[in-house]
């Protein structure tokens, strides 16, 4: 028995090693990360601004030590007194974003322990709170997470968006030679090879913008195992492929070479004939995009037979207010009404957003770390603002429900998507009171911002891509009138390249609009 005993031991500190990491997968889940919101990276870079004034506060004090932590501010473009509206935008681009979550990551706390060193303990404890609050492995992971999907599923090219170009558009700004180099060891580690013997090729194109010796000595040498990684990279892919180029075959031989024999193939590599040859060859492969894919771009072929006009005939209040109603599809039908959520509910719907918590787009499985989805939080709190939204969903669309019903704001961050899926509970998604009020017949998405780039909702069964238009409702099915699931509203949100997307949302519960929404065609009630 004893024995019997002794031999549960193991299984027992299992258990007890698996409870213990499970709640750490808990906590990590739990806590806030900057990437997955623009709330987020407006938090995280009052962060950084608290950080950089305490010490511009102490320039005196400092002396010249000061003056490298102005080189480094200067490199990176900070910018002192912004307004709000300056602030969103700028972290509303992926390039700031990502480049703020990277450089908070990981030089503020190398910044934090040279101060440290330097000035004593009691002078920096403004600084010590300050540095526990800098986004985790967890966080920076998914913002590279996220640029690698705006890439790939926008089709850019990285040479293009390393230098600020997005989806056509160059904005005046660029990743650093830090950020290429992360980009690359991330995609290096995520053992895609190709991805990161592109981004590392970037980076020895380039420069470090502020090679400052004291720089280098407090935040470390970035190239010091750049040239080694991109020549292994290349090794790693060039032995995917059938026949290599010479210059990926010469990269071969170089993997175990001599610092000497670096620098020479290096030399060959930068070469304009041998670097057209590995641009070729690194851009030749491409994946074979999915149907969700060319809905972001905006490639589905326009829809005919399609109007936009007035709905003023379905109750009092549009007889007497008219409003914009677009045709969006009509089978199955979605329609967008346009000018129908206002600036100053926008700024109240924004105002409740104090307790977001982090969205995912699957259940838990096991001890695996999930990528946000956005930031959510539930309007529910007594609000006139509220009501009255409701009731104008309502009007609009003659569905039965309280008008004191919460709703859904959501805010989304870097390259933050949410997968093709469906509203309706057989998706295996969690649907609140079915039991009682049964499936989510109908989705109400009011949109509460502009986005200049991206950010669509798709409907890849039906070729359907609908870009956001702030103030406008989109809305749609997700039952036939049967209540039997409707496989064509399967959609997506597409992540967004540039801007800042707040959504809006309320499900329409089915059982309540029985006698409102009986067997008939939705064409004739709409």
């Known amino acids: ?40 990276l407006l938090k995280l870079l009052k962060v950084e601004e608290k950080f950089a004034d305490s010490l511009i506060n102490k320039a005196d004090q400092l002396g010249e030590k000061f003056e490298s932590l102005r080189m480094y501010l200067s490199s990176v473009g900070y910018e002192l007194h912004r307004s709000l509206n300056e602030k969103v935008q700028y972290v509303s681009n992926p390039i700031n974003a990502f480049s703020l979550l990277r450089r908070t990551h990981e030089d503020l706390p190398k910044w934090h322990a040279y101060f440290k060193e330097a000035m004593g303990e009691g002078d920096l404890n403004i600084l010590d709170d300050l540095v526990e609050k800098v986004p985790n492995d967890v966080d920076m992971l998914s913002a590279m997470h996220g640029i690698q999907r705006i890439e790939k599923i926008y089709d850019l090219k990285i040479d293009d968006l390393a230098q600020g170009v997005l989806h056509g558009v160059q904005y005046n700004i660029q990743l650093t030679y830090r950020d290429l180099i992360a980009m690359g060891n991330s995609m290096y580690q995520q053992s895609d090879y190709q991805t990161a013997a592109k981004w590392y090729r970037v980076a020895c194109k380039r420069e470090l913008e502020n090679a400052d010796q004291l720089l280098i000595e407090i935040l470390g040498d970035p190239s010091e195992h750049l040239h080694r990684q991109y020549i292994k990279s290349l090794f790693k892919y060039g032995s995917t492929i059938s026949e290599p180029t010479k210059s990926i075959e010469e990269a071969f031989i170089m993997v175990q070479a001599s610092q000497e024999e670096m620098d020479n193939i290096m030399s060959d590599l930068r070469d304009p004939h041998s670097d057209v040859e590995v641009e070729k060859e690194l851009y030749q492969v491409k994946r074979r995009s999915s149907n969700f894919e060319l809905g972001c771009r905006g490639l589905y072929r326009q ?16 007889r007497l207010a008219p409003l914009k109603l677009e045709e969006i599809s009509l089978d199955p039908f979605i329609a967008m009404y346009h000018e129908v959520l206002y600036d100053s509910e926008i700024h109240e719907l924004k105002g409740q957003s104090m307790n977001m918590v982090n969205g995912y787009a699957s259940e838990r499985n096991g001890t695996e770390i999930r990528d946000t989805v956005a930031r959510y939080d539930w309007w529910s709190n007594t609000s006139l603002v509220r009501e009255r939204i409701n009731q104008r969903i309502i009007d609009m669309t003659e569905f039965n429900f309280s008008k004191d019903e919460k709703l859904q704001i959501t805010n989304y961050g870097v390259g933050t998507y949410f997968q093709p899926h469906f509203d309706y509970s057989s998706d295996g998604f969690e649907t609140p009171n079915i039991t009682t009020l049964g499936d989510r017949l109908a989705s109400i998405l009011f949109y509460a911002s502009e986005v200049p780039q991206g950010g669509a909702t798709v409907f890849p069964e039906i070729n359907v891509t609908v870009f956001p238009q702030k103030g406008s409702m989109l809305y749609w099915f997700n039952l036939h009138d049967d209540g039997r699931p409707d496989i064509r509203s399967k959609h997506s949100v597409c992540p967004v390249i540039n801007g800042d997307r707040w959504t809006l949302t309320k499900w329409v519960p089915m059982f309540p609009q029985m006698f409102s929404f009986p067997c008939k065609s939705k064409l004739t009630q709409l």
């Open 1 to 40: 028995m004893m024995r019997k005993c002794h031999s549960l031991l193991p299984v027992l500190l299992g258990f007890a090693v698996l409870r213990s990491f499970v709640g750490c997968v808990d906590d990590i889940e739990e806590k806030e990360r900057y990437s997955s919101s623009t709330l987020g």
């Open 303 to 318: 829809k005919t037979n399609l109007v936009c006009r007035y709905k003023s005939t379905a109750n009092t209040f549009l």
